[in-house]
């Protein structure tokens, strides 16, 4: 201990604190604080850049969310309209169809009724001319007939005879 | 020649001041004690080394600044290397064992001695005092026990006379003054590199991290994210200070400025002077009304820690000189051994071993910076604590 305080120099120990506190405070102005500052900033930049790289990636989720939603909706959507259309061309054709068929047998129908209005005009020509020719056959067999006087009494006779019988 | 080969090996051999002719283990031993204990203490003159066949010595002189009946002051190369006493203000001044002494006509030698006496309440008890035994003249007492190697003064006795204020910028101010420029020359130029840009370039790639390490392992974690800012820059230097200095001591230059008293006393003083400045409400309630324990315990832990304000950092002042001063002790005597056995096993294993001490020496330098730092840090961090810990 003794050893140590006469080992002591003043002089020494006022230049190692007058020469430490210049140090220290220049330093302290031309070192520490800018490179403090320099490391500070950065470090904050670097927060700053990972905090915004983090809602970026945030944002990216959402939008990713948002638009498998939206994709999501659109099947949906796009489903329900090729459905409907199915639905809308399955009706058409069934309508079509019915309607189809009803002017099918409108047309049937009517063709059939041509067809018998025609057969019975038909019918009615062929009875007419069966009628006439009848006549005309009748007037020429009668023509024929009824040229001798008995002949004609002969006739009106069993014509009699008929609508007595009648 | 021994001298010339020693250069570049180590720090020894800092002052050596006669030149002896001998040969012989039993001189060579007490020779490398000599120089040991002249490396340890302070110099006047910034020593290399010294050629003893031709007696020359390789250095260059510091001015001596005496404050004596006013200043004086001088290149130490006046004294030629403790040969010559000089002249100022009508006293003579010489360098004994390191330091400078001044008288005017006479030397008075003193010796220790304890009498009793009464004190104020009447009761007798031991006091030292310093009984003069002999008076010498300034040259004789020069000649014979400071100029050269000069013989023993008798066990016990020392001299009276008041010595000069002494505030010449010796090798340890010189040396504390060239590696702050070199601080000021490395921080300054990695502070540029920033300007450049926030990335850091050359210099700060390798500064940097070691800031971080202060900021982020002693600074925070002992003073607290709040309060650290304020301390960063003394943190910061002494951290650097203590750091470079400690490595310049393991050049063969020969510097020893961690290994004196006085510089680890102004660090911790410094130290002591900021915890108590910058303590707080609670850090004076810890040591005078101890929160949390009976009152009995307070009024007796109150004393102690009073005292533990002032033990801290004398155990830092303390710690940094003792480790720093072993270590130059233990690697200059193997060094030393290596020139005792002259022969090529001893040498080489000493050598060897020279070499791993130095290593650990490199180790140390850090590892004592930054306990100093750290402890600096935690008597802060307690001087400032504002909230309940225990």
């Known amino acids: 201990m003794e050893k140590l305080i006469n080992d002591f120099s003043v002089g020494l120990f006022f230049w190692q604190t007058l020469l430490f506190l210049v140090l220290l405070f220049v330093l302290r102005k031309v070192a520490w604080k800018p490179i403090l500052k320099a490391v500070n900033d950065r470090e904050q930049s670097i927060s700053d850049s990972l905090a915004a790289a983090e809602q970026a990636r945030q944002e990216m989720d959402n939008l990713k969310a948002e638009n498998e939603k939206i994709m999501q909706e659109a099947r949906i959507e796009r489903d329900a309209m090729i459905k409907e259309a199915r639905e809308i061309r399955e009706k058409m054709i069934e309508e079509a169809k019915g309607k189809a068929s009803t002017e099918a047998d409108k047309m049937i129908e009517s063709a059939r009724e041509q067809i018998n209005n025609e057969k019975l005009a038909a019918i009615t020509e062929l009875k007419n001319q069966v009628a006439t020719l009848s006549i005309e056959i009748a007037e020429k067999v009668l023509g024929e007939e009824l040229k001798s006087n008995e002949k004609q009494d002969a006739l009106v006779g069993s014509m009699l005879e008929d609508v007595k019988l009648n | ?390």
């Open chain 2, 1 to 390: 020649m021994l001298s010339l080969a020693w250069l570049g090996t180590s720090p020894v051999f800092a002052t050596t001041e006669s030149n002896h002719g001998h040969e012989g283990e039993e001189d060579m031993s007490s020779q490398i004690k000599e120089d040991i204990q002249h490396h340890l203490q302070d110099a006047y003159t910034f020593h290399l080394f010294t050629d003893k066949e031709s007696g020359t010595h390789v250095g260059f002189p510091l001015p001596v600044v005496l404050i004596d009946n006013g200043l004086h002051v001088f290149s130490s190369s006046k004294f030629h290397h403790g040969e010559d006493m000089v002249e100022k203000g009508g006293k003579k001044y010489f360098i004994y064992h390191n330091k400078i002494y001044g008288a005017e006509e006479t030397i008075y030698l003193g010796e220790k001695k304890t009498r009793m006496v009464e004190n104020e309440e009447g009761e007798e008890e031991e006091e030292e005092y310093v009984d003069t035994v002999q008076t010498m003249p300034v040259d004789e007492f020069f000649h014979t026990y400071a100029q050269g190697h000069g013989a023993d003064l008798p066990e016990g006795l020392f001299v009276t006379n008041k010595k000069p204020l002494d505030f010449s910028i010796t090798k340890n101010v010189f040396s504390i003054f060239f590696i702050s420029i070199l601080l000021l020359l490395m921080f300054g130029a990695a502070a540029k590199s920033y300007k450049k840009g926030l990335a850091p370039t050359g210099w700060a790639k390798f500064l940097e991290p070691i800031i971080l390490f202060v900021r982020d392992e002693i600074a925070i974690p002992n003073i607290g994210e709040k309060d650290y800012k304020r301390f960063m820059s003394y943190l910061l230097t002494i951290f650097f200070f203590i750091w470079i200095v400690n490595l310049f001591g393991l050049t063969p230059l020969g510097i020893n400025v961690t290994g004196n008293i006085a510089v680890t006393f102004a660090l911790a003083f410094m130290t002591f002077l900021i915890t108590q400045f910058s303590g707080r409400k609670e850090y004076w309630k810890h040591i005078f009304w101890m929160p949390g324990v009976p009152w009995p315990m307070k009024i007796i832990l109150a004393p102690i820690e009073l005292l533990g304000v002032f033990i801290k950092p004398f155990a830092l002042l303390i710690r940094l000189y003792a480790n720093i001063t072993a270590g130059h002790v233990v690697l200059m005597s193997i060094i030393g051994m290596m020139f005792v056995f002259q022969n090529w096993i001893g040498s080489s294993l000493s050598f060897g071993l020279a070499f791993a001490l130095a290593m650990l020496e490199l180790l140390v330098a850090a590892l004592q910076a930054y306990i100093f730092t750290m402890l600096t840090a935690l008597y802060f961090g307690s001087a400032v604590a504002e909230h309940d810990d225990h």
